[in-house]
């Protein structure tokens, strides 16, 4: 399996769909910056899709409450397999800061209910942490991109404190 997803990954140019759970749009405008020439998450061949049925990474943003609950995982089942999840913000990441207060509404992060892959928490997290967040998942299924990864490491130090590895569902 592992092989065939490397294989994957070395051929193919990563499409990304942006899911917006139930965002106040901070992260979703950073995501915008990400992939604007500035930060020009394009170069790495990064494309943004409008369908999830054309992308391979879903990107998530906002906690997941009870009315996207189903919308969210009907989403996830609409994209084709290798998929995979970015939870990009605190509030994608664990819900918080609404989520645990009295919020009567809210489920918690997006793992609540879809498989994440790389968490990219921060309220908003800054888009080089979005773009070396996307290249961390890549690099989990192409060892070249590893080079990319140090070399963000090097050129912003502290990077890869921003950025956590993950695959949990419903905890
Ligand atoms: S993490 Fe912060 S900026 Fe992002 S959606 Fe939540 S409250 Fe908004």
Redesign the pocket.
């Given at each position: 399996m592992l092989k065939s997803l490397a294989h994957w990954a070395a051929c193919k140019s990563p499409w990304v769909c942006h899911l917006n759970g139930s965002?106040?749009?901070?992260?979703d405008i950073e995501i915008v910056a990400a992939i604007m020439p500035r930060f020009d998450l394009e170069r790495f061949g990064v494309l943004l899709q409008g369908s999830p049925r054309h992308a391979d990474v879903l990107i998530c943003?906002?906690g997941i409450n009870r009315q996207m609950r189903d919308r969210v995982i009907r989403i996830y089942e609409q994209t084709p397999e290798p998929k995979f999840v970015l939870a990009v913000?605190?509030?994608a990441a664990t819900g918080r800061?609404f989520y645990g207060d009295g919020c009567y509404n809210l489920l918690g992060g997006v793992d609540k209910v879809i498989p994440v892959h790389m968490y990219v928490p921060?309220?908003?997290p800054r888009p080089d942490a979005i773009t070396y967040g996307v290249l961390k998942l890549l690099a989990l299924l192409d060892p070249k991109v590893e080079k990319l990864v140090a070399e963000f490491q090097k050129t912003i130090p502290g990077i890869e404190n921003l950025v956590e590895a993950g695959e949990k569902v419903g905890s």
């Open positions: 965002s106040c749009n901070g992260c943003t906002g913000g605190t509030c800061p921060g309220c908003p």
